[in-house]
């Protein structure tokens, strides 16, 4: 196995019925109730008119043809893999590079997470990449196999295979081939992000992320962190996954069957020795052991591998990225993305859902004078008012998150007191809910951090009337498991507000904010049993009555706080990264009209 080359979605527009009242399945701790799959019964509370809509799921035929074409065009191909990232930048068509050359074959069930990225480029030429699915809709991959491509137009994912499509040699009434994709599930992307700092001349930050148009079921593979340094230390075994070239000098050499080879992580001395002018400490690393130069006594990435993924201790430590233009090359080991250096910005794309679904956190406000919530919608440096949502007259809460991982922005509801999760289904094509607890009129603070306990899924923060603060471990389908306290004196604070890494470290933080105005960040540790750390003094919000956290406003890629003066008047204040912020940014006039935010 060698690696390394990238080698209609459902309307929301209906009336939505928020519930007064559901049918509790379980209760699990103080005040929260587990509910099944069924709706809740349809209340009295507001109905809420939705307009945004994603892209349209291409038919099978198309899908079809687009794995044809890309397949064909991809076996083709004469071209070279790249001895260096100079030369990948400057290699005439833009192809990436990458490889799996010994190995052995495995099943999908070593690998559930594997992705199969077949796509097109602007000349038509083709092209396959390997990529890891880490939540149900979002699967991470080499920049390399993103950047410049029209993905939604061209492209399509398979997972929960470990079989590439092959052409049943049957023609569908549109006179495409009709594929067959051995039990895999086919996706289309409607969303692409590489990280802004990628270079194609140096491959720095080589990652990317596809986020899907529905779900896909299979096992996400979790991320390694910033702080999972242990998790590269040389020698420590690694295996890495691809279809990529089984030949340095074969093109047309792909695996049929999904192939693993040993990849144990390799030293950064080691590393820069093998490549003086292209490794990147810090932000690459090398594994495997050293190619020989002969394809039968080496074991390494190659074209075709490109975007799959290095495991270490079950999680994805390493994206394949490049390597010798042979694969298998004497002492040239195949270079990958360091992914705990770029696992902040990916987790920041996981929990991404919004409003209109272009990935930048948007507002929802009531209007005081006729209780009509509205969506306002992010135009990066300042809002759009774009839907009515209805009449919201007796709801006390209406935070956007998305605790099923579906990539549809969900709303949990406090109405008499009790809280509901109110989520689309687009199977069903309509709103369902779900009470999540009874009672909670008086809770002092209601939130949805994202991932507080460090296993990727959305959590929920309550403080209750007696201050004391419990973490409700998200179940990644819209429940919650047993509340775990953090203690109490929560109660002291005027407002808690949460919802995003402010820290770029890949853990869920939450703010403070004292009787005074002095406004504390609490870091995320990503541990049940102490979720923060000593709090840090970051802003003097006296003069702001309202603190609002929706995630990315400005779409750079760090969570953002909007907060509203005594004389109604919107800021933004962008977060920096490290948990401050930079300058406030004026959003505008006239919000005191608005009395709930969220």
Avoid at 32 to 60: C, H, L, M, N, Y
Avoid at 217 to 235: I, M, N
Avoid at 293 to 302: A, N, V
Avoid at 465 to 473: F, I
Wanted: proline share 5%.
């Amino acid at each position: 196995m060698q690696i390394r080359t990238r080698g209609g979605r459902h309307r929301r527009r209906m009336t939505l019925a928020l519930p007064a009242a559901a049918a509790v399945v379980a209760l699990v701790g103080a005040g929260i109730a587990v509910t099944g799959s069924d709706s809740a019964e349809a209340g009295e509370g507001p109905r809420i008119s939705t307009d945004a809509q994603k892209p349209a799921e291409p038919s099978k035929s198309e899908l079809d043809r687009r794995v044809a074409e890309a397949m064909k065009a991809d076996a083709k191909s004469e071209r070279s893999l790249v001895k260096d990232p100079d030369a990948a930048a400057s290699d005439s068509d833009g192809a990436p590079s990458a490889r799996i050359i010994g190995g052995s074959e495995t099943t999908i069930s070593t690998a559930p997470w594997m992705a199969q990225l077949h796509f097109k480029d602007s000349t038509g030429a083709g092209y396959f990449c390997g990529g890891a699915v880490i939540a149900p809709t979002k699967v991470v991959t080499a920049a390399h196999c993103v950047k410049g491509i029209k993905w939604y137009e061209s492209g399509v994912v398979v997972v929960g295979t470990d079989q590439l499509p092959t052409d049943t040699g049957q023609k569908d009434a549109n006179g495409n081939p009709v594929m067959d994709y051995h039990g895999g599930q086919t996706a289309i992307a409607y969303r692409q992000w590489n990280h802004p700092a990628y270079s194609p001349y140096t491959l720095h930050a080589d990652v990317a992320v596809l986020t899907l148009t529905s779900s896909v079921s299979v096992k996400p593979l979790p991320l390694a962190q910033p702080t999972d340094g242990a998790l590269y230390q040389a020698g420590l075994d690694g295996k890495v996954y691809g279809w990529g070239r089984t030949s340095s000098t074969e093109p047309n050499s792909a695996s049929q069957t999904l192939k693993v080879a040993d990849a144990d992580i390799v030293s950064d001395t080691n590393c820069a020795a093998a490549y003086p002018d292209g490794f990147i400490k810090g932000h690459m690393l090398c594994a495997g052991a050293a190619p020989t130069g002969s394809d039968e006594t080496s074991e390494t990435t190659c074209n075709g591998d490109s975007g799959g993924p290095l495991v270490v201790s079950g999680r994805l430590v390493g994206i394949v990225s490049w390597g010798d233009e042979n694969c298998s090359a004497a002492g040239k080991y195949g270079v990958y993305a360091k992914v705990s250096t770029y696992s902040a910005p990916i987790q920041s794309r996981v929990d991404d859902a919004n409003w209109n679904y272009d990935h930048t956190a948007d507002l929802l406000a009531r209007r005081a004078s006729d209780s009509t919530m509205f969506a306002w919608t992010s135009r990066v440096t300042s809002l759009s008012r774009t839907e009515n949502m209805g009449n919201f007259g007796g709801y006390t809460l209406a935070l956007q998150n998305d605790l099923d991982r579906d990539d549809y922005a969900d709303i949990l509801n406090r109405y008499n007191g009790d809280v509901y999760w109110s989520h689309f289904v687009p199977t069903a094509e309509e709103w369902q809910h779900k009470l999540v607890a009874k009672g909670w009129g008086k809770h002092k603070a209601i939130l949805t951090p994202g991932d507080v306990t460090g296993d990727e899924l959305p959590d929920m923060v309550a403080v209750d009337s007696a201050g004391t603060m419990r973490v409700y471990p998200g179940r990644g389908n819209g429940g919650f498991n047993a509340p775990v306290s953090v203690g109490t004196g929560w109660g002291k604070f005027t407002m808690i507000r949460g919802h995003g890494d402010f820290t770029n470290d890949g853990k869920a933080d939450i703010f403070a904010r004292a009787s005074d105005g002095k406004t504390y960040l609490y870091k995320g540790t990503g541990v049940a049993t102490k979720p923060w750390s000593a709090p840090v003094l970051v802003a003097a919000f006296g003069s702001m009555n309202a603190l609002v956290t929706t995630g990315d406003v400005n779409s750079d890629g760090v969570a953002d706080v909007l907060a509203r003066d005594t004389a109604g008047k919107l800021w933004l204040y962008p977060g920096n990264g490290k948990g401050g912020f930079l300058a406030r940014k004026d959003f505008g006039t006239g919000w005191q009209a608005y009395n709930l935010l969220g």
